[in-house]
């Protein structure tokens, strides 16, 4: 009875897991730009990766196993966020553009917001 349980809850996480995995590489192909990619790819590919090795420390008997699998998931979350974080940084201080249609570009100095606002209004002003 107890074995059904488990091979059901190791099913569903293992779908679960996939289906974000597939989020996060459809993620990648479709975004516009690098930040978004990244940012897909790090969030719902952790949480995929960690939702299957989740279900293959509930399914695997020995302990061992278990504590590898939910070590690697903690590896997994402490990890990814930052690396994401300091590739994206490295990105944009290499010179990758943010998509056009991006609201706010949080790491821009005040003299290149100022000079992207008047930009703007320009642009807005030739449309009229």
């Known amino acids: 009875m107890m074995d059904d349980l488990f091979n059901i809850l190791t099913g569903l996480l293992i779908i679960i897991g996939a289906a974000f995995t ?18 897909a790819a790090s969030k719902a590919g ?3 990766s960690g939702l299957m090795l989740v279900a293959l420390a509930i399914f695997a008997q020995d302990q061992a196993i278990v504590t590898r699998a939910l070590a690697a998931v903690v590896f997994f979350l402490l990890t990814a966020p930052i690396s994401a974080h300091l590739l994206a940084k490295a990105a944009y201080a290499a010179g990758y ?13 005040p003299a290149s917001e100022a000079a992207v606002s008047l930009d703007d209004e320009n642009i807005k002003e030739d449309q009229r």
């Open 97 to 109: 553009k943010l998509w056009g249609r991006s609201v706010h570009d949080d790491m821009a100095s």
């Open 46 to 48: 952790t949480l995929g």
């Open 22 to 39: 597939l989020i996060a590489a459809v993620g990648i192909l479709r975004l516009p730009d690098l930040y978004t990619r990244m940012h």
